[in-house]
């Protein structure tokens, strides 16, 4: 059995898909074997049993668990059929950030996904979210499952490709989201209720002069907890939070306006503009006003 892991897929932009198909294997056939294939290999065996090894680990993936194989190691069969077995696979790509992470931790190591998910795609950290899904489960629904594997097979030889690549992705995503909900408990949902309640009440009253005893007595929550919700949900601490989307508000403000930086600086809630120009070389890289000529026209 293969260690407990989950695949970490950082979206915008989504997983894009590539084909699926449903196969049939008699005792004595093995699955092929691969190497860095570059895309992902979704598997969900319906009937009979499959041996998959990737590197050194290895599956046996029964009759209604999934397997997910990465992009960018060897995978094959450990050993062959013994009975009939029929299966389900999909391929998919991600074009963000990915990694492959234990499933008890999670979120220790998130943050550093959305760093490299940020420099990938340029997207802003409240505008990134990550998807965990298991490596290998039982599967959710296996009736949602049934009845989109088929469709998707179906569409393989649609003929009106805009609607057929349309409601391909529309039907991973489908399968996607109940293996990620599935992995969160009901402790995570309060976590994020907190820390979506906590981000915003910052978007609301970012201009204000708020500190985490603010944070405290109008959310109701100790703010170390408020802390840990945060730094579960968007791997930062509130006011982390407040000070990057105070920087995501000015550069909007930089590019629309002509303020100077002084006013922008007040209008987004830094007192001194020396923080404000501090903050944001170290979120952007360059100076406000570097950032406003790289985008005068």
Same mark, same amino acid.
């Given at each position: 059995?293969?260690?407990?892991?989950?695949?970490?897929?950082?979206?915008?932009?989504?997983?894009?898909?590539?084909?699926?198909?449903? +196969?049939?294997?008699?005792?004595?056939?093995?699955?092929?074997?691969?190497?860095?294939?570059?895309?992902? +290999?979704?598997?969900?065996? #319906?009937?009979?049993?499959?041996?998959?090894?990737?590197?050194?680990?290895?599956?046996?993936?029964?009759?209604?668990?999934?397997?997910?194989?990465?992009?960018?190691?060897?995978? @094959?069969?450990?050993?062959?059929?013994?009975?009939?077995?029929? $299966?389900?696979?999909?391929?998919? *790509?991600? =074009?963000?950030?990915?990694?492959?992470?234990?499933?008890?931790?999670? +979120?220790?190591? /998130?943050?550093?996904?959305?760093?490299?998910?940020?420099?990938? #795609?340029?997207?802003?950290?409240?505008?990134?979210?990550?998807?965990?899904?298991?490596?290998? /489960?039982?599967?959710?629904?296996?009736?949602?499952?049934?009845?989109?594997?088929?469709?998707?097979t179906a569409l393989e030889n649609h003929e009106e490709t805009e609607h057929r690549i349309w409601k391909q992705h529309r039907l991973l995503m489908e399968m996607l989201n109940p293996l990620d909900a599935a992995r969160r408990s009901e402790a995570s949902?309060?976590?994020?209720?907190?820390?979506?309640?906590?981000?915003?009440?910052?978007?609301?009253?970012? =201009?204000?002069?708020?500190?985490?005893?603010?944070?405290?007595?109008?959310?109701?929550?100790?703010?170390?907890?408020?802390?840990?919700? =945060?730094?579960?949900?968007?791997?930062? #601490?509130?006011?982390?939070?407040? *000070?990057?989307?105070?920087?995501?508000?000015?550069?909007?403000?930089?590019?629309?306006?002509?303020?100077?930086?002084?006013?922008?600086?007040? +209008?987004?809630?830094?007192? *001194?503009?020396?923080? $404000?120009?501090? @903050? $944001?070389?170290?979120?952007?890289?360059?100076?406000?006003?570097?950032?406003?000529?790289?985008?005068? =026209?």
């Amino acid at each position: 059995m293969g260690t407990n892991l989950t695949i970490q897929l950082a979206i915008p932009p989504f997983p894009i898909f590539l084909g699926c198909g449903e +196969d049939v294997y008699h005792p004595g056939s093995t699955h092929p074997s691969r190497q860095s294939i570059g895309m992902f +290999d979704l598997l969900y065996v #319906t009937e009979g049993r499959l041996f998959m090894g990737e590197e050194a680990e290895q599956w046996t993936v029964s009759a209604g668990e999934v397997l997910i194989l990465r992009p960018d190691k060897y995978h @094959y069969s450990f050993q062959p059929c013994l009975e009939k077995t029929r $299966f389900y696979w999909m391929h998919f *790509q991600v =074009m963000g950030g990915w990694q492959e992470a234990p499933a008890e931790e999670p +979120d220790f190591t /998130s943050s550093s996904l959305l760093r490299e998910h940020q420099r990938m #795609t340029g997207l802003a950290f409240m505008h990134a979210a990550i998807m965990h899904i298991p490596k290998y /489960s039982q599967a959710p629904s296996t009736a949602a499952l049934m009845r989109i594997f088929p469709q998707l097979t179906a569409l393989e030889n649609h003929e009106e490709t805009e609607h057929r690549i349309w409601k391909q992705h529309r039907l991973l995503m489908e399968m996607l989201n109940p293996l990620d909900a599935a992995r969160r408990s009901e402790a995570s949902y309060a976590n994020t209720r907190v820390a979506e309640k906590t981000a915003v009440y910052i978007k609301q009253h970012y =201009m204000e002069h708020l500190t985490n005893g603010h944070f405290q007595s109008h959310l109701h929550f100790h703010i170390n907890y408020l802390i840990r919700c =945060m730094q579960a949900v968007y791997q930062c #601490t509130p006011m982390e939070y407040l *000070q990057r989307y105070r920087i995501e508000q000015s550069k909007l403000l930089l590019i629309k306006t002509e303020h100077p930086i002084a006013k922008i600086a007040e +209008d987004v809630g830094f007192r *001194q503009p020396s923080h $404000f120009t501090r @903050y $944001f070389k170290a979120l952007e890289g360059v100076t406000p006003l570097r950032y406003r000529k790289q985008f005068a =026209m």
